[in-house]
């Protein structure tokens, strides 16, 4: 297995986090945000976005991962979730990427259920043809191919987060 020249280079990812974070500061000017890092994945992109984010905000975490079985509804798997109190608060999740969107639908429904003011999405990549759950984005870093990709907090067997780019992991060259 090996891993390909970066699909998005370091440079271009910052880039992208800082657009990302102009937006929400715009959209949430003058009001307070209850950002939420959807773990493992996100890790190094939430904390890129938060420190560009202009907006009062409080952090939060949510450990979260999804087995696809036959069904398209898969399984998701809660192992650590949020402490905040978030009734009437706007609510930011954060996610590395978007695949099949049973992972992010499932847990926008559930936090929906805790009545937040808003609930927002953004996530860094989004890989559309795979989608089988219908799951709004609000801020989307990049739209890219079917292909597996690692870096950036993305991982193979828990391994290449570290990467500060992000690269398609292949079997071969
Ligand atoms: P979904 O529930 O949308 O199918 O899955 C989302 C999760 O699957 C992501 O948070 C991520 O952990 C994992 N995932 C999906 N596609 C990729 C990929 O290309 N590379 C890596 N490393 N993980 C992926």
Known sequence: ?????????????????????????????????????????????????????????????????????????????IHY??????????????????????TLNYLRERFLLRSPKTLKICALLDKKERRLVDVPIDYKGFEIPNEFVVGYGLDYNNQYRNLPYIAIFKKSI
């Open 1 to 77: 297995m090996v891993v390909g020249k970066p699909l998005f280079s370091e440079e271009d990812i910052q880039k992208k986090v800082k657009e990302l974070a102009e937006q929400i500061s715009k959209d949430f000017e003058g009001q307070e945000l209850v950002t939420i890092g959807i773990l493992k994945g996100a890790f190094m992109f939430f904390a890129d976005l938060v420190r560009h984010i202009k907006v009062p905000l409080t952090i939060d975490f949510i450990v979260a991962s999804s087995y696809i079985k036959e069904s398209t509804t898969g399984e998701v798997k």
């Open 81 to 102: 979730d949020v402490r905040e109190e978030i009734e009437g608060k706007n609510v930011l999740l954060v996610e590395d990427i978007v695949d099949t969107g049973i």
